[in-house]
């Protein structure tokens, strides 16, 4: 028998839609808040958790909360869906990338936050313990952040329990067109312990870890990356009709590296998200103010153009690409 579905004073009944503000503190100027979402479906099933915005100007996933939240009739829904379109509203209204205004702090490294620190301590906390917590299933959306221009991917922090890791894997392959990172803690692939996924995950939450888009756009391909990932989970967990794309073959991640500026100028870059790079290939050069190229950077390794920076100016120890090493799996 399903029963009404809660978020403090955000209730939704079966077959119903609810939606409203959780506070988690103030500032001088007003509260703080998470907007909240839930969609309860008039069927039992398993409750699935969204959240986008915990890096605020990270505009394809936010697009697809909002579309997803907007599109699912709740009159057809197995189960429920609880979203928070965007995690980090003081980013979201200044625009601000990978920290929060408020204390300098980045929520995807604060995890598991506390109940009484800082306002990103508390938010993380708040999200966790009292939002994500009340489901089976969460995915956590992000793109790169300003300047950064991102290869999608999905990932997993390995739990040690292998009927999660394998849900969590399963998910994990469903969500993303072509790549896999599944972490272990100490690992150098994401999620990391410091995240809101890991965290998830160590309390028995599947929590899956999903990127598309980046440097600020919002592009309708990016947005539909995100789209189809929630749409084939949900289906694959049997909450809206239709049946799952099957995973097919997927790169897995082993470890990645970023490749580096020695000197300064501007940078000529010669590859592009997604390039397979070959170990001492050149990926850009540097020119001095005087036209003269200082540098031609070549990668120390082989892998795939999973991050290139939009910068097109270096100094010293300016990251340039950062690559994946990967194998199908
Ligand atoms: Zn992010």
């Excluded at 990338?97 to 708040?126: C, H, R, T």
């Excluded at 969460?138 to 997993?156: N, Q, R, T, V």
């Excluded at 590859?271 to 070549?298: K, L, P, T, W, Y």
Aim: glycine share 12%; proline share 7%; net charge negative.
């Amino acid at each position: 028998m399903k029963t009404r579905l809660e978020v403090r004073d955000v209730r939704a009944e079966p077959g119903g839609r609810a939606q409203g503000f959780i506070p988690f503190g103030e500032t001088a100027g007003g509260p703080l808040v998470i907007p909240v979402v839930i969609l309860n479906g008039r069927d039992d099933g398993p409750i699935l958790c969204l959240t986008a915005g915990v890096h605020a100007t990270e505009y394809a996933p936010i697009d697809a909360v909002m579309r997803t939240v907007g599109e699912i009739d709740p009159g057809a829904l197995r189960g429920a869906v609880i979203a928070v379109p965007v995690a980090n509203l003081r980013m979201f209204e200044s625009r601000s990338g990978f920290v929060s205004p408020l204390d300098g702090l980045n929520l995807n490294k604060v995890a598991p936050g506390k109940p009484d620190g800082s306002s990103s301590e508390i938010l993380a906390y708040v999200l966790l313990n009292e939002i994500i917590c009340r489901a089976q299933y969460h995915i956590d959306l992000h793109a790169g952040d300003l300047g950064e221009m991102l290869l999608p991917f999905a990932g997993y922090a390995m739990s040690g329990r292998p009927e999660q890791d394998a849900k969590g894997e399963m998910l994990a392959r469903l969500y993303t067109p072509r790549l896999v990172s599944l972490s272990r803690p100490g690992g150098t692939i994401p999620p990391f312990a410091d995240g809101i996924p890991y965290a998830a995950s160590q309390r028995g939450v599947v929590s899956i870890f999903a990127e598309s888009g980046g440097n600020g756009t919002l592009e309708a391909a990016d947005v539909e990356v995100h789209l189809a990932g929630i749409r084939n989970v949900m289906r694959h967990l049997r909450m809206i009709a239709g049946e799952a794309d099957p995973p097919g073959p997927r790169l897995a991640a082993r470890d990645r590296s970023i490749v580096r500026a020695a000197r300064a100028g501007l940078l000529r870059l010669e590859v592009g998200i997604g390039d397979e790079i070959s170990a001492g290939q050149q990926v850009a050069e540097i020119c001095n103010v005087f036209g003269e190229v200082v540098e031609r950077v070549r990668s120390p390794g082989a892998g795939l153009a999973g991050l290139v920076w939009a910068h097109k100016v270096v100094n010293t120890g300016d990251p340039i690409v950062r690559y994946w090493v990967t194998e199908p799996c």
